[in-house]
C-alpha cells in the first residue's frame, strides 16, 4: 500500500518537471520515425510493428536510466531520502513504490505508440499476436532495465553517474548475449542464457515462454532487493 | 500505593556510534520524560546530529540502544509513527505544492483517508502556512520551508519531536516563529531539539543536554545549569571613590570568604567573591562598616552560553 502511494509520488513529480514529457515525446518521436520514415514500412509493404519492437529495446537502455536517474540519488542529493527513510516506510516498500513509479511512465510511453499500431492496421492485414506479445515484451524488458536503473541511482547521489552506471547496466544486459556467439561453449551457453535481447525476441514474437517471464522477474526482483539491501546498509555507513 | 511513572518517552543507553576510526557517540545514555522539551547543545561535531539520526532510525548505533516511545529504533519500523522528524535544512520535494507535499507524508504515513483532510488542515493552520499551501515548496523562503518541515513532521500528531537545528538560516522574525511553536508544540509532545544558539535553548528548552566529543557533558534544566557553575559566587560593586586594595583587603578579611577577584575593572570597583557559605551579610556590613558606598551584591548567575564555554572547556580538557 505504501508502495503504492510513494509510485503515485513518483508519477505526479515527474510530471511537474520536464523530464517525463520530454522522455515520452523522445521515445514516440524516435519510435514513430523509425517505424514510419527510417524503416522502409511502405516499401516493405506489409503491415507489421516488429521494426518498432526491434528499435525500442534500444531506445530502452537510454530512456530507462533517464527516468531512474533521479530516483534515489536526487533523493539523496536533496536530504529528501532522510524524511522517506524516517518515515514508516520499509526500504522494501520506498524502493518497489519507485519502481512502480517509473515502470507506470514507461507503461504509458508504450501505450501512447498504440495509435501507431491502429494505424498500421487500417493499412493492412496486421497480426495483433506479435504486436501483444511485443508490448508485454517491452513491459518486462523495460522493468528489467528500469530495475537496473533504479540499482545504479541508489549507489550514487549524481543523477549523471547513475545515468552512466544505468546505461551501462541496460546495455550488457542488452548486448550480452552478442558475446556468446565468440565466447567459449560453457561460457557462451550462459551469457545465451542472459540474454535480453534473445528472452526480448520471443516475446515480442508472441511465444510467452514461463522461463522468460521468470528471467525478467528474477531481473526485477534481484535488482530491487539489491538496491533495498543498499538502502539498508546506509544505515551502518 | 505508589504511583507509577510513565515510561520515557526517549530511552538512550550506552549509545556508541563510530564512523569508521572515528568514534562519534562514545556511550551517551539519557533519558527523556512525557511532555518535557529538551535542547541538545554542542560544538560542530559534538555527535548531536548522529544522536538524532541513530533516534529516527536513520542510522544504526555501533553499540548501546535507544528507545522511542518505549520501541527499539533499530527494530520493526513501527515506531517511527510515534515520531516526527525535521532533520537539518527542512528537505522538501520542489516540484511538489505544501498541500501535495502533507497529503503525500499522510498518507506514506498510513493516515486513513477519512481522517487526512483534518490532519493537514490542523498542520497547516498550526505552521501557519495557510497563504502557501498552493505554492511549490521549492518555491518557499526558507522560513516557509522549515515550517513545511514542521507541519510534516507533526501532522500525524506524534508523541515525540525531534527537531535537528530548527532555526538555522531563519531571519529574527522567523526564529521567533519557530521557537513559539517549539514551546507550542512542546505543551502536549516530547520534543527533542539542537540548536548551536544557547539562548534559544534557555529560552525554550525545559532541559539541557550538552554534548561534546560524543559524552555527555551536562544534563540539567537550563537555570540550575548557571546556578551550579556560579554556586557560591557574590559579585560586590562598591562606590568608585573607595581605594581598590584596602576593599579587596577588607573583602578577603570576610570569615567565610574563600576568594576574592577584582572584575571588569573599567565599570569601576566591582569584585567577584567566592565562598562556601552564604556571606552576603557578613560582606554587606563590613563595606558599609568601613564607611564604602555598596552600591550592588548579586549572587553570580552564569548565562547558559558561560555554562557551554564551562563544561565543553572543562571536557576538551
Known amino acids: 500500500m505504501t508502495a503504492l502511494v510513494v509510485a503515485g509520488r513518483e508519477l505526479r513529480g515527474a510530471f511537474s518537471l520536464p523530464i517525463a514529457y520530454v522522455v515520452v515525446a523522445a521515445f514516440l518521436v524516435l519510435s514513430g520515425s523509425y517505424l514510419f520514415v527510417l524503416h522502409p514500412f511502405f516499401v516493405v509493404g506489409r503491415a507489421t510493428l516488429r521494426p518498432l519492437f526491434e528499435f525500442a529495446p534500444f531506445l ?16 539523496r542529493r536533496a536530504g529528501t531520502l532522510e524524511l522517506l527513510l524516517t518515515w514508516p516506510v520499509s526500504d522494501g516498500a520506498l524502493v518497489l513504490g519507485k519502481f512502480l513509479g517509473a515502470w507506470g511512465l514507461l507503461a504509458l510511453a508504450v501505450g501512447l505508440t498504440l495509435p501507431a499500431a491502429l494505424s498500421v492496421a487500417a493499412l493492412g492485414d496486421l497480426d495483433w499476436g506479435p504486436v501483444w506479445g511485443g508490448y508485454v515484451g517491452l513491459l518486462l524488458l523495460g522493468g528489467a532495465y528500469l530495475a537496473l536503473g533504479l540499482l545504479a541511482s541508489a549507489l550514487t547521489a549524481n543523477q549523471i553517474v547513475a545515468f552512466i552506471f544505468g546505461f551501462l547496466a541496460c546495455f550488457v544486459g542488452f548486448s550480452v548475449g552478442r558475446l556468446a556467439e565468440v565466447a567459449p561453449d560453457g561460457l557462451g551457453a550462459i551469457l545465451h542464457g542472459l540474454s535480453f535481447e534473445r528472452r526480448f525476441s520471443r516475446v515480442a514474437r508472441g511465444v510467452l515462454d514461463s522461463r522468460d517471464l521468470v528471467f525478467f522477474g528474477t531481473v526485477i526482483w534481484l535488482s530491487l532487493a539489491v538496491t533495498a539491501e543498499r538502502l539498508r546498509a546506509r544505515r551502518w555507513r | 500505593m505508589r504511583a507509577v511513572s510513565p ?19 562514545a556511550g551517551i545514555s539519557f533519558t527523556i520524560p512525557a511532555g518535557q522539551v529538551v535542547g541538545f547543545l554542542g560544538p560542530n561535531g559534538a555527535g548531536k546530529t548522529t544522536t538524532l ?21 533499530d527494530g520493526d519500523p513501527s515506531f517511527r509513527k510515534a515520531l516526527g522528524y525535521l532533520p537539518e535544512n527542512a528537505p522538501v520535494w520542489p516540484e511538489l505544492t505544501v498541500l501535495e507535499s502533507l497529503r503525500f507524508a499522510a498518507r506514506a504515513r498510513g493516515l486513513r483517508r477519512a481522517a487526512l483532510p483534518a490532519a493537514v488542515d490542523a498542520a497547516i493552520e498550526r505552521t501557519d502556512l495557510g497563504p502557501m499551501r498552493h505554492r511549490p515548496a521549492g518555491a518557499l523562503s526558507k522560513g516557509y520551508r522549515q515550517r513545511l518541515g514542521l507541519a510534516m513532521a507533526i501532522l500525524h500528531d506524534p508523541q515525540v519531536l525531534v527537531l535537528d537545528e530548527p532555526t538555522t538560516g531563519l531571519d529574527p522574525n522567523q526564529v521567533v516563529h519557530i521557537r513559539a511553536l517549539v514551546r507550542e508544540l512542546g505543551q502536549d509532545k516530547t520534543v527533542l531539539f539542537s540548536s548551536h544558539v544557547l539562548q534559544e535553548v534557555q529560552a525554550v528548552a525545559d532541559r539541557v543536554l550538552i554534548l561534546d566529543g560524543g559524552r555527555l557533558v551536562a544534563d540539567d534544566a537550563p537555570d540550575r545549569l548557571g546556578a551550579r557553575l556560579t554556586q557560591g559566587r557574590l559579585t560586590v560593586e562598591i562606590g568608585p571613590d573607595a581605594p581598590a586594595e584596602t576593599v579587596h583587603a577588607l573583602l578577603a578579611a570576610v570569615p567565610g570568604v574563600e576568594a576574592v577577584t577584582r572584575v571588569h575593572p573599567e565599570a569601576g570597583l566591582c569584585f567577584e567573591l ?32 558561560a555554562v557551554f564555554r564551562h563544561v565543553t572547556k572543562e571536557s576538551a580538557a
Open chain 1, 60 to 75: 530502452f537502455t537510454l530512456f530507462a536510466p533517464a527516468i531512474t536517474m533521479r530516483g534515489l540519488a536526487e533523493e
Open chain 2, 7 to 25: 515510561p520515557p518517552m526517549i530511552q538512550v543507553d550506552q549509545l556508541t556510534r563510530r564512523y569508521g576510526s572515528v568514534t562519534a557517540l
Open chain 2, 53 to 73: 539520526k541513530i533516534l529516527t532510525g536513520y542510522l544504526a548505533a555501533s553499540g548501546g540502544q535507544a528507545r522511542v516511545a518505549g520501541k527499539p529504533v
Open chain 2, 274 to 305: 567566592r565562598a562556601q557559605t552564604d556571606v552576603r551579610a557578613a560582606v554587606a556590613a563590613a563595606v558599609v562598616g568601613a564607611g564604602h558606598p555598596l552600591l550592588g551584591l548579586t549572587a553570580s548567575r552564569a548565562d547558559l552560553e
